[in-house]
């Protein structure tokens, strides 16, 4: 009996963890990527530093 009460424990941690950590990732993911199909504002910002780079990266050297 004790060790289903331990591992009940330890299943229970697993999902008091899960339950904690679930919504933070759903709301980092919609900072990246909103829900209408176009980035959110975090994804918008990564976006246009890329395109920055990209472009300064590609222009040619005089």
Same mark, same amino acid.
């Given at each position: 009996?004790?060790?289903?009460?331990?591992? &009940?424990?330890?299943?229970?941690?697993?999902?008091?963890?899960?339950?904690?950590?679930?919504?933070?990732?759903?709301?980092?993911?919609?900072?990246?990527? /909103?829900?209408?199909?176009?980035?959110?504002? $975090?994804?918008? /910002?990564? #976006?246009?530093?890329?395109? &920055?780079?990209?472009? #300064?990266? /590609? $222009?040619?050297?005089?």
């Amino acid at each position: 009996m004790k060790g289903i009460r331990k591992r &009940r424990g330890v299943l229970l941690e697993y999902v008091v963890l899960m339950c904690s950590v679930l919504p933070l990732v759903f709301a980092a993911s919609y900072c990246v990527y /909103s829900l209408g199909g176009d980035f959110g504002p $975090l994804g918008r /910002s990564v #976006v246009q530093l890329y395109q &920055r780079i990209v472009t #300064v990266v /590609s $222009l040619p050297i005089p």
